[in-house]
Structure formats: structure tokens, C-alpha cells
């Protein structure tokens, strides 16, 4: 006995067929929930908990600690720590006659005229690179904060575009099996509206997979922060329209070439060396016949030095500055590079927004008349997947211009130095 199949056993062989095909996908997806929820968890919160997980962090106490330790060395009375001195000397492996001289004192380096004033300006110089390595710290990780969410947001957008289209393949796919049940299509067309919902089922899992990315990188900056804002991101353009000297990582940079030019001072001073004043007491007899002298003494010594000695000495710390003076140089132009480029990228928005937004209205336009030419049997699948794919494109384009201008809005208020 043969066995015949007729075209709607055939359709539903397929549709089980799909389900089975469509399963692992499925799974997959289910392994990859997202861990981390929407909530109205504020910026500020979230900045705290980047602050605190920031491996920076660690270098906060020691730029406290040098800024300390550099201003208490500058407000000594005396250059550096004083030193004991003892000396004895006894003939008795000699000439044997009683001869004793023991001496006992402290030697302290003093300060040259000037000197105390330099080091008390290196130790300010510390101070205020502490004070900036703080504003830059928390300005560069509110640069990672914003990149972080504006990936999240990117993420999202494109798994709704995604669900989306998986949604009208399944649409698409579910008229197709009622007009091939009639007979108006045929099977290669079922088949390419097939091919159609599971290309759209494959982007979907993947978007799925980008947003599980952007979240666990969200979680490692906020140490393991398991909520989100619900609502992206969204600042109002800076009015700071240039790059000046208050800028955090200016600001850290300048701190560096100050600290550079007061260790050329430093330098100086460690070529020249520092006068040493002497206190002490002596005790000395001449033989066993004499009676000890007793004497209080004070010695100064002064050292001589040359200009090509201290210049050779500061060279060093020369070429130091230079290249702090350079890199201040250098960072200012890539800042202002990128502040150029953002601004005429904005501005280019003022046309596109509209185009896009255009090119969205024409492609949903264009979609709905040909869904109903399909339905009525009009044209074939292969026009109709192709007026639903552009309208998906040119809806996601519109939806992605703007997300866009709101990112670059962030960029723009990073690059200018300012802390959402």
C-alpha cells in the first residue's frame, strides 16, 4: 500500500522539523541568562562601586605617602638626619706612654642658602600631583563607566532588533504555511521563508551572547555589581569647548613637569653637597704622668664643587622635564585632536537624524505593502524577505544614528574633563 502525503502534513513535518533544529538554540540561550537586572540604581552609586574596584586604587596612598613624606623633609630646620660621631685613640699598641684622646659628637648637614625653599617646593609639587592623580582617577574611570554603558546600551538595542526580526520571520513564516496549504506558493518559497526564520533565530542567540559579554564587563568594573540602570545614559553637551590646564589628565601631566623642575633643583643641591656643622666633646691626656683635658669643640665644613660637575650631575633630571614637557605637549593635541573630531561628527547628525529617520518611515512603507502582496499571492518570498529585511535595516539604523548621538555627547563631555 503506498502512502501519500498531502501538502499540510508536509508543512507540519516541517514546522516539527524547525522545532527540533531550533532546540539547542534555545538551550543555548537559556545557559546564558543574563545575570545582572534593571533597577533605578543611580550613576553615582555606580561610580562608587567602579572607584573602589578600579585597580588604580592601590596607588592612591603611595601618591598620598610621597606628597607627605617630601613636605615634612622641606619643613626640617636641618637637611636630612644628623649623624653620631665617636673617635678613640690609644698608644698602648705603640709607644705605650698613656696617650688617650676619646671624642664624641653629632655631625648635622645644613641648608644652603635656598635650599630649604626647594625642597619645600618639591614637597608642594607632590601635594598637588596627589590632589590631581585624584581628580584624574575619578575622571578616567567615569570614561570607563560611560564606555561600559554605552556597550550595554549597544548590546540591547541590538538583541531588540534581533528579537524583533525573529518575530516577523516567525510572522512571515506562519502566512507562508497558510498560502502553501492553499496552494498559492510553492515549496522553494516555504523553504526561503524558512531559511529566513532560523538566520533570524542565529542572530538573536548571538546578540544574546554580546550582551552576556558587555554585562560581565560591566560586573568587573563595578565589582560584581549585579544591577544596571534601566534607563541609558543621557547628558547634555558640555559648554567647555577646549582643552585648558584644568583638565584632569592636563592637570595630573603639569603636576609631573613641576615635579620634574623641582628635582632639577634637587639634583643641584645633592652636586653642590650640603655644609656640615660639628658638635662634640673630647677628652685627651697626653701620658700616665698628665691629667685628662676636657674640651667642648664645633666644626664647620663647606664643600666646593664646579659648574661642569653640577651640570653633569642635573642632566638627568634635565632630560626628565623634557620629556614631561613634551608628553603635557603631546597629550594636549591628541585631546584636541579628538575633541575636533567628535564636534564634526556631531554636527553631522543634523543631517543624518532626518535621513534616517526618512529612509525608517519608506522602509515600514514599503514592508506593509509587501506583506500585502504576499498575502494576496502577488509577488513571490523572495521580495517580500527582501522588503522586510530593509525595513529592519533602516529601522535599526534609524534607532543606532541616535544612540550614537548620545554616546558621542558622553565621549564629548570625557575628552572636555567633565564627571557625569
Keep these: 500500500m503506498t502512502k501519500t502525503f498531502s501538502p499540510g502534513k508536509r508543512v507540519n513535518i516541517w514546522t516539527a522539523a524547525i522545532v527540533v533544529f531550533l532546540l539547542p538554540f534555545r538551550l543555548t540561550a537559556a545557559e546564558h541568562d543574563h545575570r545582572i537586572t534593571l533597577s533605578d540604581i543611580s550613576l553615582d552609586t555606580v561610580l562608587e562601586h567602579a572607584l573602589e574596584a578600579a585597580p588604580e586604587l592601590i596607588l592612591a596612598d603611595s601618591a598620598q605617602l610621597q606628597a607627605d613624606s617630601f613636605t615634612y623633609l622641606g619643613s626640617r630646620w636641618i637637611n636630612g638626619s644628623p649623624s653620631l660621631e665617636t673617635t678613640f685613640i690609644d698608644d698602648a699598641m705603640g709607644s705605650d706612654v698613656g696617650l688617650r684622646e676619646m671624642e664624641a659628637g653629632v655631625s648635622i648637614n645644613l641648608w644652603r642658602p635656598g635650599e630649604r625653599q626647594s625642597a619645600q617646593a618639591l614637597g608642594n609639587a607632590y601635594r598637588l600631583r596627589s590632589e590631581t592623580w585624584q581628580a584624574w582617577f575619578e575622571w578616567m574611570v567615569a570614561g570607563r563607566v560611560r564606555d561600559s554603558l554605552a556597550n550595554l546600551e549597544s548590546a540591547d538595542l541590538a538583541l531588540q532588533r534581533a528579537e524583533q526580526a525573529e518575530a516577523d520571520a516567525e510572522a512571515l513564516f506562519e502566512m507562508a504555511t497558510t498560502l502553501k496549504e492553499i496552494g498559492l506558493i510553492s515549496d522553494m518559497d516555504l523553504y526561503q521563508v524558512e531559511s529566513l526564520w532560523l538566520n533570524a533565530r542565529k542572530k538573536t542567540v548571538a546578540s544574546e551572547a554580546v550582551l552576556v559579554d558587555a554585562e560581565r564587563e560591566y560586573q568587573v568594573l563595578t565589582q560584581g ?175 543606532r544614528v541616535l544612540m550614537e548621538q548620545q554616546h558621542l555627547i558622553s565621549q564629548y563631555n570625557q575628552i572636555v574633563g567633565v564627571i557625569p
Design 225 to 399: 555589581l549585579d544591577t544596571r540602570p534601566d534607563t541609558p545614559l543621557r547628558e547634555e553637551q558640555s559648554s567647555v569647548a577646549l582643552i585648558d590646564s584644568q583638565h584632569p589628565a592636563m592637570a595630573l601631566l603639569q603636576s609631573d613637569l613641576n615635579i620634574n623642575m623641582a628635582e632639577i633643583e634637587t639634583a643641584k643641591r645633592q652636586a653642590k653637597g650640603s655644609p656640615t656643622m660639628r658638635m662634640g666633646v673630647r677628652r685627651e691626656r697626653g701620658g700616665f704622668s698628665q691629667p685628662y683635658i676636657d674640651s667642648l669643640g664645633v666644626s664647620i665644613s663647606i664643600p666646593l664643587n664646579s659648574k661642569h660637575m653640577i651640570d653633569a650631575s642635573t642632566a638627568d633630571a634635565r632630560a626628565a622635564r623634557n620629556d614631561a614637557e613634551l608628553t603635557v605637549i603631546n597629550q594636549h593635541r591628541l585631546l584636541t585632536s579628538q575633541l575636533h573630531e567628535i564636534e564634526h561628527r556631531l554636527s553631522s547628525f543634523k543631517t543624518e537624524i532626518p535621513l534616517a529617520e526618512r529612509e525608517n518611515e519608506l522602509g515600514e512603507r514599503r514592508r506593509k505593502m509587501a506583506e500585502i502582496a504576499y498575502s494576496n499571492g502577488e509577488i513571490d518570498s523572495t521580495q517580500v524577505i527582501q522588503a522586510i529585511q530593509q525595513a529592519q535595516q533602516s529601522a535599526y539604523a534609524y534607532q
